[in-house]
């Protein structure tokens, strides 16, 4: 059974930054994808950042330049660093993984930029 456990999330003002942690545990043999995904009030959720197991990044244009996803492999953890938080990166974060070519959501967490 895999599972991940997100922390990390807060309020912060407009401007600041936050620190997204994503763990994954269980029987872990091969990861695949890790990435983050985020959900506003009345909106579609859309991926934010993406790391690859051929270590490829990808992010959404609306984040480029502000927000880096990195990795810790050693302990199976993705990291969302979030620095000039915006008030439309309010949010729900969720992890989200492929792992052995299964697909995990992380309960998510809330992030909040006021202006």
């Known amino acids: 059974q895999v599972q991940l456990v997100e922390s990390g999330g807060g309020l912060v003002q407009a401007g600041g930054s936050l620190r997204l942690s994503c763990a994954a545990s269980?029987?872990?043999?091969?990861?695949?994808?890790m990435a983050w995904y985020r959900q506003a009030p009345g909106k579609q959720r859309e991926l934010v950042a993406s790391?690859?197991?051929?270590?490829?990044?990808n992010y959404a244009d609306s984040v480029k330049g502000r927000f880096t996803i990195s990795r810790d492999n050693a302990k199976n953890t993705v990291y969302l660093q979030m620095n000039r938080l915006k008030p439309e990166d309010t949010a729900v974060y969720y992890c989200?993984?492929?792992?052995?070519?299964?697909?995990?959501w992380g309960q998510g967490t809330q992030v909040t930029a006021s202006s």
């Open positions: 790391w690859t197991s051929g270590g490829s990044t």
């Open positions: 269980g029987s872990i043999f091969s990861i695949n994808v």
């Open positions: 989200y993984a492929i792992i052995q070519l299964r697909h995990y």
